[in-house]
């Protein structure tokens, strides 16, 4: 063998026997007072600067406190019909949106809606939304009392529905259909930029209207918002859109007004 062959040999094998000490323990005795002998274990320093890595990576990292700490928080409402009970989570829209800059969710005294319609019924305990085209505004109620308010986008047409096509937000009591993931849809909004992924935004609200494809759902242009500019469906931040989807089920009573 070559002395280079030699050479790597050697270098091989204390390479390998400095691995190996890595993990040896030393047991080694200690003398304490009054003649008492305890026994203590010596890891390699290399070895203990690894495991303090480590702790102080699984401590400061992100993951690990939102494990224990409940930082994240995910949507946990059905989707096939409202719950009896309902605790209205705190402002949130889970890891699909971002929070506008402005909003006024927590505080629904902003825009006064009106009084509510004498032909709706609604419990006590009921949640129900109400849109207000002319405020851009959709209201949250649990029976009679307003708990938020979110800021959308309507039909950019004024008026009741009157036809396919008319680019107006239908008027009156309905109901919600389905709610579904539109996370993936895309949409071509004719303007020569051809298909956009997330028009919709990450949830779907259909509402039972009869006008097919009539529904509350998020947007990928939130500067959209307060304004008249949909083709008839009701645009939401998706941060609000997150929220909302907490509290929102099948058969939830929807009210559009001017």
Same mark, same amino acid.
């Given at each position: 063998?070559?002395?280079?062959?030699?050479?790597?040999?050697?270098?091989?094998?204390?390479?390998?026997?400095?691995?190996?000490?890595?993990?040896?323990?030393?047991?080694?005795?200690?003398?304490?007072?009054?003649?008492?002998?305890?026994?203590?274990?010596?890891?390699?320093? =290399?070895?203990?600067?690894?495991?303090?890595?480590?702790?102080?990576?699984?401590?400061?990292?992100?993951?690990?406190?939102?494990?224990?700490?409940?930082?994240?928080?995910?949507?946990?409402?059905?989707?096939?019909?409202?719950?009896?009970? =309902?605790?209205?989570?705190?402002?949130?829209?889970?890891?699909?949106?971002?929070?506008?800059?402005?909003? &006024?969710?927590?505080?629904?005294?902003?825009?006064?809606? +009106?009084?509510?319609?004498?032909?709706?019924?609604?419990?006590?305990?009921?949640?129900?939304?109400? =849109?207000?085209?002319?405020?851009?505004?959709?209201?949250? %109620?649990?029976?009679?009392?307003?708990?938020?308010? %979110?800021?959308?986008?309507?039909?950019?047409?004024?008026? &009741?529905?009157?036809?396919?096509?008319?680019?107006?937000?239908?008027?009156?009591?309905?109901?919600?259909?389905?709610?579904?993931?539109?996370?993936?849809? =895309?949409?071509?909004?004719?303007? +020569?930029?051809?298909?956009?992924?997330?028009? %919709?935004?990450?949830?779907?609200?259909?509402?039972?209207?009869?006008?097919?494809?009539?529904?509350?759902?998020?947007?990928?242009?939130?500067?959209?918002?307060?304004?008249?500019?949909?083709?008839?469906?009701?645009?939401?931040?998706?941060?609000?859109?997150?929220?909302?989807?907490?509290?929102?089920?099948?058969?939830?009573?929807?009210?559009?007004?001017?």
């Amino acid at each position: 063998m070559s002395l280079e062959g030699i050479e790597g040999e050697i270098r091989v094998k204390n390479l390998l026997a400095w691995l190996a000490s890595l993990f040896k323990v030393e047991v080694v005795w200690i003398e304490k007072e009054h003649g008492h002998w305890v026994k203590q274990r010596r890891y390699h320093p =290399v070895t203990r600067a690894m495991v303090l890595v480590c702790v102080l990576f699984l401590v400061f990292s992100v993951p690990w406190r939102q494990y224990f700490f409940r930082v994240s928080r995910e949507p946990q409402a059905s989707e096939m019909e409202a719950p009896d009970e =309902v605790s209205l989570p705190p402002p949130g829209g889970g890891e699909y949106a971002t929070q506008p800059e402005m909003t &006024d969710s927590l505080d629904p005294s902003h825009v006064y809606p +009106g009084p509510i319609p004498d032909d709706l019924e609604i419990a006590d305990d009921e949640y129900w939304l109400r =849109v207000i085209k002319g405020n851009f505004k959709l209201y949250l %109620y649990q029976g009679l009392d307003m708990e938020r308010s %979110y800021e959308v986008a309507v039909g950019r047409n004024p008026g &009741d529905k009157e036809r396919v096509g008319d680019n107006r937000t239908p008027n009156g009591i309905f109901t919600v259909q389905s709610i579904e993931d539109s996370r993936s849809w =895309v949409y071509d909004f004719g303007d +020569g930029n051809g298909p956009v992924r997330g028009a %919709y935004g990450p949830w779907f609200i259909r509402l039972r209207t009869g006008w097919r494809g009539i529904g509350i759902h998020g947007t990928h242009d939130p500067d959209s918002l307060g304004t008249m500019v949909s083709e008839g469906c009701v645009r939401m931040h998706n941060y609000d859109l997150g929220e909302l989807k907490q509290i929102a089920g099948i058969n939830m009573k929807v009210v559009i007004e001017e």
